[in-house]
């Protein structure tokens, strides 16, 4: 399998549903800009969603099992407040969906009422809003974690989501390999002025039957150029690796089809 074009053309790993009692998503709290924070009422429509705050901030304890992440987002142009690594997996892969337009963490609390009557909240993790205007709300939580309170909570998310005509998905992680791959990638995700410099070359390189990440650092002449420019166009998705495995010299590496031109 080589490495991923835009992430969200692609089934993203959700949750093994299993049958659990599902709850019922009873309210939605929302934070407008500077505003405290609202019940929304869904009979005025949708809220802007370039507008939602994060209706909370992550903070560390000592009896914490996470660490919040401070990330610079290429998509709003911004820093966001992650809750865990696990969100900021979440953020890289999203980052790399050339429809991403708008993205915003913990944006809304959810009143369930679950099957035994009792009342709890869920905040989701990430709103990504895309080119089309479509929206989407992620979980972002390990399979291993997906227990059958965070299922039940789940499911009433992904049926009130629907009620509204918003997308529901749940990000259970990358295997380690293809998670540091894509750290590594995220270092090169600004454009420099030198990358379309050295793209026609890049390419030429790029689309020989056998081209290797080895044949593009030999073709580099010590600026580091050329090095830049194949992690950047990786990064896009304009060069396909597989990110499954070790990125080594000997990896192979190509031009993606039909993007030649962008």
């Not at 304009?238 to 962008?262: F, K, M, Q, Y």
Request: glycine letters at 6%; aromatic letters at 8%; charged letters at 20%.
């Amino acid at each position: 399998m080589t490495s991923e074009g835009p992430p969200l053309d692609q089934c993203i790993d959700g949750p093994r549903w299993k049958p659990v009692p599902v709850g019922q998503v009873t309210d939605w709290t929302v934070r407008i800009g500077l505003q405290s924070p609202q019940r929304w009422d869904w009979s005025l429509g949708a809220p802007d969603v370039r507008q939602l705050a994060p209706i909370r901030t992550p903070r560390s304890t000592e009896k914490s099992k996470h660490i919040p992440v401070q990330a610079h987002c290429f998509v709003t142009k911004t820093m966001l407040t992650m809750e865990s690594g696990l969100e900021y997996d979440l953020l890289l892969m999203l980052e790399r969906d050339p429809q991403a337009a708008w993205m915003v963490p913990q944006p809304v609390r959810l009143g369930i009422k679950m099957p035994n009557g009792r009342r709890t909240i869920h905040t989701p993790d990430l709103l990504v809003l895309d080119v089309h205007d479509v929206v989407t709300i992620w979980n972002a939580r390990p399979s291993e974690r997906q227990n059958e309170k965070f299922l039940a909570q789940s499911h009433a998310t992904q049926a009130a989501c629907r009620e509204v005509g918003w997308c529901y998905q749940v990000f259970s992680g990358h295997s380690k390999v293809k998670k540091y791959n894509l750290r590594w990638l995220a270092a090169y995700r600004q454009q420099m002025p030198w990358h379309d410099a050295t793209k026609a070359e890049l390419l030429q390189i790029c689309t020989g039957s056998a081209a290797t990440v080895g044949e593009v650092l030999g073709a580099d002449r010590g600026s580091g150029h050329m090095v830049s420019a194949m992690w950047h166009y990786a990064w896009r998705g304009d060069l396909t690796i597989d990110l499954e495995r070790s990125i080594r010299r000997s990896t192979p590496i190509a031009w993606a089809a039909g993007r030649i031109h962008g």
